[in-house]
Nanobody, 123 residues
Framework: QVQLVESGGELVQPGGSLRLSCTVSGVNVGDYSIGWFRQAPGKERGGVSCITSSDGSTYYTDSVLGRFTATRDFAKNAVQLQMNSLKPEDTAVYYC????????????????WGQGTQVSVSS
């Protein structure tokens, strides 16, 4: 059974940093493409980043490019999302999800989801 568990979300001031972790069980983290999505109140769930299963290439939505970095930790069977220079508009529930295919921005394509972790950016 594939399970994903997010952690690391909390309240942080604008300009601050956070590292989210998505711990995967049931499969090897390198066997699936792992995406990060976020959903703010009243808004649709949107893609933030994705790291491909094939070669670990990473992709980012324009609004986080240069600020967020996704990496795989094979020792922990996890994917981390390092978030720097956080802005109030980054406030959302962040989810990680797994798909047995190439990265896609459509959340409906993902087969497995974590429960989400709240990130709040406010002074």
């Amino acid at each position: 059974q594939v399970q994903l568990v997010e952690s690391g979300g909390e309240l942080v001031q604008p300009g601050g940093s956070l590292r989210l972790s998505c711990t995967v069980s049931g499969v090897n983290v390198g066997d699936y493409s792992i995406g990060w999505f976020r959903q703010a109140p009243g808004k649709e769930r949107g893609g933030v980043s994705c790291i491909t299963s094939s070669d670990g290439s990473t992709y980012y939505t324009d609004s986080v490019l240069g600020r967020f970095t996704a990496t795989r930790d094979f020792a922990k069977n996890a994917v981390q999302l390092q978030m720097n220079s956080l802005k109030p508009e980054d406030t959302a529930v962040y989810y990680c999800a797994a798909v047995d295919a190439f990265c896609t921005w459509s959340w409906k394509d993902y087969e497995y989801w974590g429960q989400g972790t709240q990130v709040s950016v406010s002074s």
